[in-house]
C-alpha cells in the first residue's frame, strides 16, 4: 500500500483572531488579508526535518503519518493555506529545501532564502543537514540584503577573547553547536499609509532562528541568543527599520533567554545564570539588548475583541505567552515566539492557538492531522506611521 492511497486528512483550519480593539478595516478574511493596505502577515514553524523524525521517538505516529512523502505534502498543504506574506521554517533539510520547498513555493509566488546549520558538530549525511528558510511574497517585498549568522564563528572569536588558553579546548565544545540565524532585510512593495514621508522606502528587516535544544546548556541558549539580538541592534543602528524575531528559541517563558528577549534584560538573580561553567555571562548586567521586542502572541492577553476568550484560556497567565507550542508524548511547552519591536509595528490579528484536548486525541504531535511537533504561529502586523526624530 503506498502512502499516496491514504487520504490526508485536512488539518482543521485555524481562524485568524482580531486582536486590536478597533477593527477599522472590517473582518478580515484570509484572501483580503494578503492584500491589506499597509498590513502583512508572518508565519514562524519548525516543520520538524525527516532526519529527526524516527519513529522510536514518535512511536505513536503512525509510520505512513511519519513518512516525508505524507507529511512534505501535508505541511506543504498547511502552509500555503496560511496565505502568509513571509514564511520563517526551522528544521528544513538542505535537499529538502533545494528539492522541494523552494520550487513549490516559488510556484505560489515566494522567493526563498536559506542558511543551512554549520557541520562542525554534524556527523551525518550533509545532504540532510537542516537550516532555517525564509521565504517572501514576491509582489510585496523585494529582497534588499541577507545576513548569516553563525553561532560557532561567534564562539571561535569570544573564546579567543576571553577563555584563557587552558580553558579554550573545553569552551570550544560547550559553545560549538552549529546553530544559525538568517537575517532578511526586505523592503515593502506596500505603502505606509499616514507616513510622515510617503516618498520613504518601508524596510522590514526579518530574523529566523533556531537556538540549541539542549536543556543542561542553559548559558549557551542564552548566549545564541544575546548573540543574535547584538548583531540586530547594529542593523537597527544603520536603518530605522521594523524588526521581527522568529524562531524556534528552545525556551520556555520565564526562561533567561525569552526574558532577555521580552524585557532586554535578565535578572541577575535569575536561575539559568548559575550555570556559566564558563563564565561567559558575567557580569549578567551586560545581558542586555535595547529593541523594543514585545511577543506577539501576548496580545492575545491584552486585546480586546470577539474570539478572545476561549484564546486566552490557551495563554499563561504569568508569562502571557501560549501554553505551548510544542507537544510530544513526553513535553508539552512553549519553544516558538514571533518578537516584533513595538514602535514600529503593532499586532492586528493571530492565528488562533489549538487546544492540547484536541491534540490528546491522537497522544501527540505529529499526528496524522498536524505533521510537526511544533504548532505553526501566524501574526498579521501593521506598520506604525512614522515619527520624526
Not at 13 to 30: A, E, T
Not at 46 to 71: F, G, Q
Not at 193 to 211: E, I, M, W
Not at 319 to 336: A, K, Q, S, V
Request: charged letters at 25%; one cysteine or more.
Amino acid at each position: 500500500m503506498t502512502s499516496r492511497v491514504i487520504p490526508a486528512p485536512s488539518p482543521s483550519p485555524r481562524r485568524m483572531i482580531q486582536v486590536n480593539s478597533v477593527d477599522v478595516l472590517g473582518h478580515l478574511d484570509s484572501e483580503s488579508r494578503t492584500s491589506t493596505f499597509g498590513t502583512f502577515t508572518v508565519l514562524s514553524y519548525n516543520i520538524l526535518a525527516d532526519t529527526y523524525a524516527t519513529s522510536d521517538v514518535y512511536s505513536y505516529c503512525p509510520s505512513w503519518a511519519l513518512s516525508w512523502p505524507y507529511r512534505r505534502q501535508n505541511l506543504l498543504r498547511e502552509i500555503i493555506n496560511y496565505h502568509a506574506d513571509i514564511i520563517c521554517l526551522q528544521e528544513v533539510q538542505s535537499d529538502h529545501f533545494d528539492e522541494f520547498f523552494a520550487p513549490e513555493l516559488d510556484k505560489h509566488g515566494y522567493q526563498a532564502l536559506y542558511k543551512k546549520r554549520t557541520s562542525e558538530v554534524y556527523t551525518g549525511n550533509p545532504q540532510s543537514i537542516d537550516g532555517c528558510a525564509t521565504f517572501f511574497r514576491r509582489e510585496r517585498f523585494s529582497h534588499v540584503k541577507k545576513y548569516e549568522v553563525e553561532f560557532n564563528k561567534a564562539a571561535q572569536s569570544l573564546t579567543e577573547a576571553v577563555i584563557a588558553t587552558g580553558q579554550k579546548k573545553v569552551a570550544l565544545s560547550r559553545l560549538i553547536k552549529d546553530n544559525i540565524a538568517l537575517i532578511a532585510v526586505l523592503e515593502a512593495k506596500f505603502g505606509n499609509s499616514g507616513g510622515d514621508n510617503p516618498g520613504k522606502r518601508q524596510l522590514l528587516c526579518v530574523a529566523n532562528t533556531h537556538v540549541n535544544v539542549h536543556p543542561d546548556l542553559k548559558d549557551v541558549k542564552l548566549w545564541q541568543v544575546h548573540t543574535l539580538l547584538k548583531g540586530l541592534e547594529k542593523i537597527a543602528v544603520s536603518a530605522d527599520i521594523p524588526m521581527l524575531v522568529c524562531g524556534d528559541f528552545n525556551a520556555l517563558p520565564g526562561s533567561a533567554p525569552h526574558s532577555l528577549l521580552a524585557m532586554g534584560k535578565v535578572d541577575q538573580l535569575h536561575p539559568d545564570l548559575a550555570i556559566d561553567p564558563l563564565g561567559i555571562l558575567r557580569p549578567a548586567s551586560k545581558l542586555t539588548h535595547q529593541l523594543p521586542l514585545v511577543s506577539a502572541y501576548s496580545s492575545f492577553a491584552r486585546g480586546v475583541g470577539f474570539g478572545l476568550e476561549q484564546q486566552r484560556r490557551r495563554i499563561d497567565p504569568a508569562t502571557n505567552e501560549p501554553l505551548f507550542t510544542n507537544c510530544t508524548r513526553d513535553f508539552i511547552g512553549t519553544l516558538d515566539y514571533i518578537f516584533y519591536t513595538a514602535d514600529s509595528l503593532t499586532v492586528e490579528s493571530l492565528l488562533e492557538l489549538l487546544d492540547e484536548e484536541s491534540l490528546r486525541k491522537d497522544t501527540a504531535l505529529p499526528s496524522p492531522e498536524w505533521s510537526s511537533d511544533h504548532i505553526a504561529l501566524l501574526a498579521e502586523f501593521r506598520c506604525k506611521p512614522r515619527i520624526r526624530r
